[in-house]
């Protein structure tokens, strides 16, 4: 995935780019990207400029530099075209509707905070897929050393009913999928 979003921001011109990660190609041929450690996500358009998709694209508070990696990181576009964010900094999945409202799709299991979700994909019948490791929260956290609320699982939320489930239970530092 890092490698992907490096070559686009290099085939540009672009730089000043520190973690080029979570690629996904939009329906009309752009690229967009992330920057986790800067929280920033960008878009590399067909006719080769990047420009600003998002910022404080996974964390929404200006103290983002106690985090590692406060950024969002994988990206995903569903069946409808609206871009879907793994961000890291505010431990949570969400959804960019075409108003450029954030729709929250998943922030908790069984009511503790997600860790940091990571890569994500969607499947043909829009089930959404996401790894959960603390690769967002390493370092200080919210004033205190981070403390992950629950084991670094692999994630299905059903397009249904919006309900989460462990799809791969424990996984040691789960990355891309």
Same mark, same amino acid.
């Given at each position: 995935?890092?490698?992907?979003?490096?070559?686009?921001?290099?085939?540009?011109?672009?730089?000043?780019?520190?973690?080029?990660?979570?690629?996904?190609?939009?329906?009309?041929?752009?690229?967009?990207?992330?920057?986790?450690?800067?929280?920033?996500?960008?878009?590399?358009?067909?006719?080769?400029?990047?420009?600003?998709?998002?910022?404080?694209?996974?964390?929404?508070?200006?103290?983002?530099?106690?985090?590692?990696?406060?950024?969002?990181?994988?990206?995903?576009?569903?069946?409808?075209?609206?871009?879907?964010?793994?961000?890291?900094?505010?431990?949570?999945?969400?959804?960019?509707?075409?108003?450029?409202?954030?729709?929250?799709?998943?922030? @908790?299991? @069984?009511?503790?905070?997600?860790?940091?979700?990571?890569?994500?994909?969607?499947?043909?019948?829009?089930?959404?897929?996401?790894?959960?490791?603390?690769?967002?929260?390493?370092?200080?956290?919210?004033?205190?050393?981070?403390?992950?609320?629950?084991?670094?699982?692999?994630?299905?939320?059903?397009?249904?009913?919006?309900?989460?489930?462990?799809?791969?239970?424990?996984?040691?530092?789960?990355?891309?999928?």
């Amino acid at each position: 995935d890092s490698d992907v979003a490096r070559c686009a921001a290099r085939d540009a011109g672009a730089d000043g780019f520190q973690f080029a990660e979570g690629p996904a190609w939009t329906p009309d041929g752009a690229l967009v990207f992330s920057d986790p450690n800067t929280n920033v996500a960008y878009r590399w358009t067909p006719d080769g400029r990047v420009r600003v998709e998002r910022e404080k694209s996974g964390y929404e508070d200006d103290d983002f530099g106690r985090l590692r990696q406060p950024g969002s990181n994988g990206l995903a576009f569903d069946a409808q075209g609206r871009l879907t964010l793994c961000e890291h900094g505010n431990r949570r999945v969400t959804r960019i509707e075409p108003d450029g409202k954030v729709t929250v799709l998943a922030d @908790r299991y @069984r009511g503790k905070r997600l860790n940091s979700p990571n890569d994500l994909v969607y499947r043909s019948d829009g089930a959404l897929y996401f790894t959960d490791p603390p690769f967002g929260i390493l370092g200080y956290y919210e004033g205190h050393k981070a403390t992950p609320e629950l084991p670094t699982n692999v994630y299905r939320l059903d397009p249904a009913n919006g309900s989460l489930t462990v799809v791969a239970g424990d996984v040691e530092r789960p990355n891309g999928l």
